[in-house]
């Protein structure tokens, strides 16, 4: 429903050399609730039928920002801040494409399930073995369900890349059933910032709701039917009129109440879209993103987060952005002092910390749907 983006417009080079980066993935041990043997047994990964489902699980994602670990390619500081300095400061103490001081949302579900984060497909080469049996992370900030102009791979192609990926049986050792696992889509507001820029405003992103829900549903259908997914985890809006490109005009005080409407809209179409493809609950889960955002973010003072909107990381100018510098490498951003204090990083993405919060909500249900028969 944004004036802008969700990144910001964020072109990519379809050739964009590939990055010579290592891979970094949250060390599963580094949380407590990770340990792969408390990984759920049989759940989603399971592609020996007859070997007593002890398969681990595999995990593969699709999305936005919200959910990406490194597909971004590195065009630069201005378009594709989340490879520069400050993010990724917390974790693991340098950039990594994710859109954060440190884990993002993918981090959290992966440990969630008891396994380590997903391969990024752009950085598949040189991954461990062991890892890319695990599954693997396609999404990629600025995405959105239909194109939204930023020459992103929308969720679609995202898809498409796995089918084909899983056609060439990578890696090896899994020929054949590389599509059998637990897929996870986050749909963050890119097609909605994009239509308000395109058009009208907020009033223009409501009106483009019942399309991208459409197209969304066939994706979902898509996992389920052609793509083999025993279950799928699909994200809800956020609040998207608490974010601060929203509230910065209104000094952090307040939401944007349109804006969290059109949040409403979109997951209660969502939500309806899942009950006619799947009446029983048994492939899909709506992840609801907004009760426990909103919990954190447009709540009475006193609670987890001294601070509920104002980011981290802000930038000087109301169209800067997080990470900018001047033609002297002057920043042109403050930064927080404890990233732990703030709910939000940036202008739209959350801090770690927040993630950790909102995946205490999250957690018991991805544990209870996945071990579900
Ligand atoms: C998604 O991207 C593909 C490849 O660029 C394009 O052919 C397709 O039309 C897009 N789908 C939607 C729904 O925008
Ligand atoms: C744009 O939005 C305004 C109010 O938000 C409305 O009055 C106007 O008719 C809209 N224009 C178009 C072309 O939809
Ligand atoms: C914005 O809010 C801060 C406190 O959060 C306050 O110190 C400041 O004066 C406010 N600025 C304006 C312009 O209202
Ligand atoms: C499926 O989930 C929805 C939403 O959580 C719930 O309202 C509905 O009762 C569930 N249906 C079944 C058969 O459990």
Not at 91 to 101: H, N, V, Y
Not at 265 to 285: E, G, I, K, Y
Request: proline share 7%; charged share 20%.
């Amino acid at each position: 429903m944004g004036a802008r983006g969700l990144p910001r417009a964020l072109p990519s080079a379809p050739a964009a050399a590939l990055l010579l980066l290592c891979l970094v993935v949250a060390p599963a041990a580094a949380r407590g609730h990770s340990r792969e043997d408390d990984a759920p047994t049989g759940t989603g990964g399971g592609c020996n039928s007859g070997g007593g489902g002890t398969a681990p699980p595999r995990l593969w994602v699709f999305g936005d920002s919200y959910a990406d670990t490194g597909n971004l390619g590195d065009l630069g500081r201005e378009l594709t801040h989340a490879w520069y300095d400050p993010y990724g400061d917390t974790f693991p103490g340098r950039p990594t494409g994710r859109f954060s001081d440190g884990r993002v949302l993918t981090d959290f579900v992966a440990s969630a399930m008891g396994m380590p984060t997903p391969v990024a497909y752009k950085l598949r080469r040189g991954a461990a073995q062991g890892l890319l049996a695990r599954g693997m992370n396609f999404a990629v900030g600025g995405a959105g369900v239909l194109d939204t102009g930023n020459f992103q791979r929308n969720i679609s192609a995202q898809i498409d890349l796995f089918q084909a990926q899983a056609q060439r049986g990578t890696p090896s050792s899994n020929r054949g059933c590389a599509g059998v696992g637990v897929a996870l889509v986050v749909v963050s507001g890119n097609d909605y910032s994009y239509a308000a820029d395109k058009d009208n405003g907020t009033s223009a992103a409501i009106a483009y709701i019942p399309t991208v829900v459409r197209q969304l549903r066939e994706q979902l259908r898509r996992l389920r039917d052609e793509a083999g997914m025993r279950r799928v985890v699909v994200t809800g809006l956020h609040p998207l009129g608490c974010t601060p490109l929203f509230t910065r005009p209104l000094n952090y005080s307040g939401c944007d109440p349109l804006a969290n409407a059109g949040a409403a809209q979109h997951n209660a179409a969502l939500r309806s879209v899942l009950a006619a493809l799947d009446p029983a609950n048994r492939t899909f889960l709506l992840l609801d993103l907004n009760a426990p955002f909103a919990a954190l973010v447009d709540a009475p003072p006193g609670g987890r987060f001294a601070e509920q909107r104002r980011p981290c990381c802000e930038a000087l100018a109301a169209d800067g952005y997080c990470g900018q510098q001047d033609d002297d490498g002057k920043r042109m951003y403050t930064l927080c002092d404890d990233p732990a204090e703030h709910f939000y990083w940036d202008d739209v993405h959350p801090t770690q910390a927040a993630w950790a919060a909102v995946a205490e909500a999250f957690r018991p249900k991805i544990r209870e749907f996945l071990l579900s028969t």
